[in-house]
């Protein structure tokens, strides 16, 4: 077995895969609304024509378009695509049940055995539900997972039910840890969500500066990145996304170590810590590439390790939600600054307002995202919707 210095840099210097593009670049605000219902279906019918079941093909379209619909673009059906693209190769299964591996009172041990990652995800959270509801509090994590879309999906199965949810996973290594030119760990995300008397306060954020699907998306309207979001081959900040995607990494939460990237840096640590090595899958520099353009072409199973809790507030001091209403109020009744575009804002509050828009006017995609939509419809004989009835078929990662 290779040593980990020797390891972290035989994986920096794998080749990397072919990457085209077969559309223009579109301005930010072209965009085109398809109905939530109609997009999901579209969706599902694109899984189950590359292998996936009827039932999880649904679950997995449920929680991709739930993305879009929230303003979440860089976890959408943008990456339907290479889902459909790992059905087809053979690298996740899709016929896969995850089993109980170890079982507690109040914890849980699951291996996923590569199905999807919706399904690992929904049934590991329904078992730490389940448990919390007799012991208050529960853990579940698993490994042999798959990229399970947006973390907050399975936080707020919890808060749906009068819990507080965690959810989290490491994934591949696109982070670089602070002082390292190459990236070791994932964007490992993390997710808290909280019910009030009302709407649920939900957390949901990576744990660097930026996802690694955003500089995607960047890439594909062919903008610039933000400075501070990533750095080059050599560890070097740049802004141009390509440079980030390939050969580079996204910066920690925080940035520099001289602006704070080091707790970033902590932070995805701990989430790899919680996730994957709590559950014996790959870790930081261990995991191979999943969703995103470097894994074009990979077969072999990617093993990431996932962590779900579930905690029931009512087995703890009584008034929690009483309490939790209250400091909310106290936020939402904080002066405002001068300049400040609006009212003060809790976690959750414009993924609720981008809902509110995607259920009423339908959810917003990038023209070039519908064009990749389109091509993979073509390619998997599923019909267009009909507000793509114009759009030109494109592509976007995935290999033919």
């Known amino acids: 077995m290779l040593a980990p210095k020797d390891f972290l840099e035989s994986t920096h210097k794998l080749p ?23 997009l999901k279906a579209f969706t599902a019918a694109c899984l ?17 378009v739930e993305a879009d619909a929230r303003g979440i673009p860089s976890h959408g059906v943008n990456r339907l695509d290479l889902y459909c693209d790992e059905l087809r190769r053979g690298c996740v299964d899709p016929a896969a049940v995850p089993e109980v591996v170890s079982d507690a009172a109040a914890v849980a041990l ?3 055995k590569n199905a999807q990652g919706p399904v690992v995800g929904k049934f590991c959270m329904d078992l730490a539900i389940e448990k919390a509801k007799t012991v208050g509090c529960a853990w579940v994590v698993c490994n042999n997972s798959n990229h399970y879309g947006i973390a907050g999906w399975y936080a707020m199965m919890a808060s749906a039910q009068g819990m507080i949810g ?9 982070c670089t840890p602070t002082r390292s030119k190459v990236p070791a760990i994932g964007t490992n995300p993390i997710a808290v969500a909280a019910p009030t008397s009302t709407d649920p306060v939900v957390l949901d954020m990576a744990t660097p500066t930026v996802a690694l699907g955003k500089v995607e998306v960047k890439h594909r309207k062919g903008d610039q990145c933000p400075e501070g979001w990533g750095v080059d081959s050599e560890g070097f900040a740049t802004t141009d996304p390509s440079k980030i995607i390939f050969g580079g990494g996204v910066t920690p939460l925080g ?10 840096y902590g932070l995805g640590l701990m989430v790899e810590m919680l996730s994957g090595v709590l559950s014996g899958s790959n870790v930081g520099p261990r995991i191979g590439m999943s969703l995103n353009p470097n894994a074009v072409g990979r077969t072999d199973p990617i093993n990431l390790g996932q962590c779900y809790v579930a905690i029931d507030p009512a087995k703890f001091c009584p008034g929690y939600e009483q309490r939790l209403d209250d400091l909310v109020g106290d936020m939402r009744s904080l002066p405002r600054a001068q300049d400040a575009p609006g009212p003060v804002l809790l976690p959750g509050d414009p993924e609720r307002e981008e809902t509110k828009t995607s259920e009423a006017k339908g959810v917003p995609l990038h023209v070039n995202i519908a064009k990749a939509l389109v ?26």
Do not use: C, H, Q
């Open 166 to 174: 965690m959810s989290m996973t490491n994934t591949s290594p696109v």
């Open 255 to 264: 940035g520099s170590e001289v602006t704070g990237g080091y707790k970033g």
């Open 110 to 112: 699951v291996n996923g």
């Open 48 to 64: 189950v024509a590359a292998g996936s079941e009827k039932e999880k093909a649904e679950l997995v379209a449920e929680v991709l």
């Open 375 to 400: 091509g993979l419809g073509e390619k998997l004989n599923v019909p267009r919707p009909a507000a793509f009835s114009s759009i030109e078929a494109g592509k976007i990662w995935a290999s033919e």
């Open 16 to 38: 990397r895969a072919p990457f085209r593009v077969i559309m223009a670049a579109a301005p930010d605000d072209d965009t085109i609304r398809l109905p939530i219902r109609e």
